[in-house]
């Protein structure tokens, strides 16, 4: 009975581990630099892909903006086409009307003129039936009566003249009534046609001026909504930049992080730094492998590379090209993690894109001495150094140097 119970309490432990065994996986790949290394990779094609579906909107949507913004600069040419056409029209009209003005000024005069000649006219036909009255009652003196009734030669003259002042008034009337009547009936004929006239005309040029208005205020409504569009694209552009940018910020510290596992993945193998490789001139090649990308080098970002590019696999070991004081280790916008190294007063080495930093700011290094791991942090398409030599601060060629 007690070899029973001893053998159950060791038994019991076992099945315990057995069961947790089987339960509880062996140990998650995620947590080896293996798991961690192929997870982050997966995550950096993600967040690339995400970030090229981000430039490939940016792009239409640029180009959506620039054909809006086409639209209503010809839409506005049409516009202030219309808006000079409008300004003829209604400088017309604006004379039509002070001539419309001035015709009915005019009207106003010769209807006050008409009515004076109507009064004269209705005076003279006043004048006219009186002396008519008067010769149909009177007999029409002959020159026998005026001869004999005269006293003298004086009086016959002056019965003479009396008679032809008579004549010549009766004259006047007639001639006064015809010509008031005359002009009356033409004047007012003339004043009818100019007022008709007049009207006609202000109210064509209104009608025009107010055809060019509306079609105006239509192009100023489509330019409205072309702009809004055009705000809302402007609006989405903006939205999907940000959005990129934060993608590429988080490219950047995924690329890091994988440069770091990879680094401890190729450091852990011993990755050699190789045998120093010396040139004519006065430093060594900081690691050994092809130039990729040469100095000067024109690219779609840049017009000048300002170093050269050295290709190694990520962790190879980094030599200082010469000794000196480290006066930069840190990490630098593009160049990720950067080191630059002074080795006179105007003469200094710096080395880009490495995933393992060695050396710290103000120490002091001897050449050949490893100061970093290479890698392709910061802004780099893939694992190698970024090599420059800078002479007071300005970057020259290093072939020059090796």
Avoid at 73 to 79: A, D, M, Y
Wanted: hydrophobic residues 35%.
């Amino acid at each position: 009975m007690r070899l029973r119970h001893a053998m159950a309490g060791a038994v019991l432990p076992l099945v315990f581990c057995a069961l947790l065994w089987l339960v509880l996986p062996l140990g998650s790949e995620a947590t080896t630099p293996q798991g961690r290394a192929a997870s982050l990779q997966q995550k950096i094609q993600k967040t690339k892909t995400k970030i090229g579906a981000r430039k490939g909107t940016e792009h239409v949507l640029s180009t959506d903006i620039q054909r809006w913004s086409s639209k209503i600069r010809r839409l506005q040419g049409s516009i202030s086409t219309l808006q000079a056409r409008e300004g003829k029209i209604q400088a017309d009209l604006d004379a039509r009307r002070a001539e419309l003005t001035q015709t009915q000024s005019d009207l106003r005069s010769e209807r006050a003129r008409l009515a004076r000649l109507k009064a004269r006219l209705v005076q003279g036909r006043a004048i006219l039936a009186r002396r008519l009255a008067e010769l149909y009652e009177a007999d029409k003196p002959d020159l026998v009566s005026v001869v004999l009734n005269s006293n003298g030669f004086a009086d016959l003259i002056e019965r003479g003249e009396f008679l032809g002042r008579i004549q010549d008034q009766d004259n006047q009337v007639i001639t006064l009534v015809r010509s008031a009547k005359k002009d009356a009936t033409s004047t007012a004929a003339r004043l009818d046609t100019l007022e008709a006239r007049q009207q006609t005309l202000t109210a064509l040029v209104q009608t025009r001026r107010d055809q060019v208005a509306q079609i105006k205020d239509q192009l100023i409504g489509t330019r409205v909504g072309y702009e809004q569009t055009r705000a809302g694209k402007a609006k989405a552009l903006t939205q999907v930049r940000t959005q990129r940018k934060s993608l590429e910020t988080h490219l950047d510290e995924l690329q890091k992080e994988s440069d770091k596992v990879q680094a401890q993945l190729q450091g852990g193998a011993g990755l050699p730094a190789g045998p120093i490789h010396g040139g004519s001139g006065r430093f060594i090649w900081p690691v050994n492998g092809p130039i990729t990308a040469p100095f000067c080098e024109r690219r779609a970002w840049e017009a000048c590379h300002p170093g050269m590019d050295i290709g190694v696999p990520t962790g190879t070991p980094i030599r200082a090209a010469d000794g000196g004081r480290v006066a930069i280790a840190g990490w630098e916008g593009g160049y990720g993690n950067y080191t630059c190294i002074q080795h006179t007063a105007s003469l200094s080495t710096c080395y880009g894109h490495q995933s393992v930093l060695k050396v710290h700011v103000g120490e002091q290094v001897r050449q050949g001495q490893i100061i970093g791991l290479s890698g392709s942090t910061g802004h780099s398409t893939g694992p190698h150094l970024h090599f420059e030599v800078r002479i007071n601060g300005a970057v020259t060629n290093p072939m020059n140097y090796l």
